[in-house]
């Protein structure tokens, strides 16, 4: 089973950056995709961004440009750099991962094909 903590959140002025992380531990599992999603008040869950096993990153159109996932395979963290935050980027984020086979980690980032979630971190973006 693996587990899934996240860190990096906080409260930001709007033009502001953030890095947030990602740590998976456990034993006798094996990772198809990681991805990051987030939800706002009052929305559905939204895919961010993933990575399959080979290292390929998949984004969601509009939010590309400002963020960018990377990982340190040595550490099993995924990151996720998020550049000239605004207002409209407040929600919590969550890291979850895929461990079951079957579908590709994109084009499209979809929350109902990851099994095993974190708590989340909140991000806060003030005007």
């Known amino acids: 089973q693996v587990q899934l903590v996240e860190s990096g959140g906080g409260s930001v002025q709007s033009g502001g950056s953030l890095r947030l992380s990602c740590a998976a531990s456990?034993?006798?599992?094996?990772?198809?995709?990681m991805g990051w999603f987030r939800q706002a008040p009052g929305k559905e869950r939204e895919g961010v961004a993933a990575i399959n096993r080979d290292g390929r990153t998949y984004s969601t159109e509009s939010l590309k440009d400002r963020f960018t996932l990377s990982r340190n395979n040595a550490k099993n963290t995924l990151y996720l750099q998020i550049d000239s935050l605004k207002p409209e980027d407040t929600a919590m984020y969550y890291c979850a991962v895929r461990t079951v086979g079957g579908l590709a980690c994109g084009p499209m980032v979809l929350p109902r094909q990851y099994n095993i979630w974190g708590q989340g971190t909140q991000v806060t973006v003030s005007s």
């Open positions: 456990g034993s006798g599992y094996s990772i198809m995709c």
